[in-house]
């Protein structure tokens, strides 16, 4: 029979094992705990940290993204003048005996064969003769203005899509015309023409 002292190897072991946890001194097995906690605590707190970056960077992307996209339609919503280097010799409402009627539009004088650019982006909806027009190109805009571009030397593009400031034709003198320059017309919405250099001054662009 075993003595009641308790003394045996077992219980001298369960003592041992139990002696730093009742006097709260580390032991190898209690500091591997400790180790075991930390690193398991460090772990998490890594994790988080890496869940917090990778947060950021898609928040920050996706701000990124969205201030692009934001740039990209200023760019494309734009409004430009038609040519450089130009002198106004009529304007809109003028009278006399080049037009059936009133002037519809706006004439920037300009030597043959100086770039005419579209004024935003928008699509190539004609390019073609008509008449007094002479070349004309019409292009309907992303707001669902229309603006044509007359008497034009040659077409540099007769259909798609154009961006604001696209050289679109050459200024030219055809159709009923006694020089060369550009008669642009606006028509909002492609309905009746209006005033173009109170229309571009309206949306920001002095002529
Ligand atoms: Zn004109």
Not at 62 to 69: D, F, L, N, V, Y
Not at 80 to 98: E, H, K
Not at 133 to 148: A, F, L, P, Q, S
Request: charged letters at 20%; glycine letters at 12%.
């Amino acid at each position: 029979m075993p003595h009641a002292v308790g003394s045996t190897d077992s219980d001298g072991l369960n003592a041992i094992a139990q002696r730093p946890q009742q006097s709260g001194q580390p032991t190898e097995a209690g500091a591997l705990d400790t180790l075991v906690a930390a690193e398991q605590s460090l772990a998490a707190e890594t994790g988080e940290v890496a869940q917090e970056a990778h947060t950021r960077i898609v928040e920050q992307q996706r701000i990124e993204a969205a201030e692009a996209a934001a740039r990209a339609e200023r760019e494309a919503k734009r409004w430009l003048l038609p040519v450089d280097n130009y002198r106004i010799t009529a304007g809109f409402g003028a009278g006399g005996s080049m037009w059936s009627n009133r002037h519809t539009g706006l004439d920037f004088a300009a030597p043959t064969g100086t770039e005419v650019r579209s004024l935003s982006s928008g699509e190539i909806i004609f390019a073609g003769y008509d008449g007094p027009y002479g070349n004309k190109i019409v292009i309907r805009h992303w707001d669902g203005t229309e603006t044509w571009y007359c008497h034009l030397s040659r077409f540099v593009l007769r259909s798609g899509e154009v961006a604001p400031g696209e050289v679109i034709g050459r200024v030219g003198s055809t159709g009923n015309s006694t020089g060369p320059h550009l008669h642009l017309e606006v028509h909002p919405d492609g309905g009746d023409p209006v005033n173009p250099r109170s229309w571009l001054e309206d949306h920001g662009v002095d002529v």
